[in-house]
């Protein structure tokens, strides 16, 4: 059924019956998880390939019952383990995201993807846009919207690739690091930021808008969104960043928007306990708990 897939250890709230079993037995909304770890564009710290890994081993340290939110964690979710991807040959790896989460989607089941370097986010919308067309809902330090950096394809240019897929919109979170191609692009074609700064002042202005905006959504979290004393393993981490506080409530609006999918990018730890990987698997765990 699925061509480019490898066992990995599996997310600790993904049901264990059989791919089969679980989607007979599910008639609502349900979730598909998929690793993608992929490495290859990393101009300061790589390690992006035990992302997956991370995150689904600091899964295990969460309770299926949410107090934050006062929820029982039960929503479906099937963890298929990890797309076979090609380290350095960006192309082939497209190719392999591509077919899998078209098989993925052809179940009616919507993707979490955990990363893997952001580079992954253009096949996934790729993939995802053939079915719809969704607002971009981008959490990141950075704005990814070079058009060239170290080639056409890699960590710093996604979003650029991505605008060009001509999503419904792309609005974006948490910017504190960009060149100044990137700030006059976004200005030319009217893309929405927020800077941490402006959340930091006025956080409701933020979350106002994200209720605001048009179904279905589509949301991509770089975890260096976090400041580095939140998340201090991931590609290019940077000062001045949003605290879990923040994305609790961000989340919390995004979770009453129809979602197409997620993915959680750019984790490299590979020490276990890690709490980049933890607060990555916070985000989940908050997610899928207010679905439930």
Request: net charge negative; hydrophobic share 35%.
């Amino acid at each position: 059924m699925f061509l480019y897939l490898e066992d990995s250890s599996k997310f600790a709230f993904s049901r264990r019956e059989s791919f089969k079993e679980f989607l007979s037995s599910q008639d609502g909304e349900a979730f598909g998880m998929l690793g993608i770890p992929f490495d290859s564009t990393a101009t300061y710290m790589p390690g992006a390939r035990f992302g997956p890994s991370a995150i689904r081993e600091a899964s295990y340290n969460f309770e299926g019952y949410n107090l934050t939110f006062n929820r029982e964690l039960k929503a479906p979710i099937f963890d298929l383990g990890d797309v076979s991807v090609v380290a350095g040959d960006f192309k082939e790896t497209s190719k392999r995201i591509i077919d899998t989460l078209t098989r993925l989607l052809s179940h009616d089941l919507k993707p979490l993807i955990l990363g893997g370097e952001h580079t992954i986010t253009y096949p996934i919308l790729k993939t995802i846009q053939s079915r719809d067309n969704p607002t971009i809902i981008h959490f990141d330090a950075h704005m990814d919207m070079r058009d060239h950096y170290n080639g056409k394809f890699t960590h710093a240019t996604v979003m650029r690739r991505v605008y060009e897929l001509e999503p419904q919109d792309i609005i974006m979170i948490g910017v504190r690091s960009a060149s100044r191609e990137e700030i006059e692009f976004v200005k030319e074609h009217e893309i929405e930021y927020y800077t941490s700064q402006m959340i930091q002042e006025n956080i409701e202005e933020v979350t106002s808008k994200l209720r605001s905006i048009k179904d279905p959504v589509y949301v991509t979290v770089d975890m260096d969104v976090l400041d580095p004393s939140h998340a201090p393993m991931v590609g290019n981490p940077t000062p001045c960043g949003l605290t879990p506080f923040h994305m609790e409530k961000f989340i919390e609006t995004i979770s009453r928007k129809d979602i197409m999918g997620v993915d959680i990018v750019e984790v490299t730890s590979p020490v276990k306990g890690d709490q980049t990987g933890l607060n990555a698997a916070k985000i989940l765990h908050d997610l899928l708990s207010l679905k439930s």
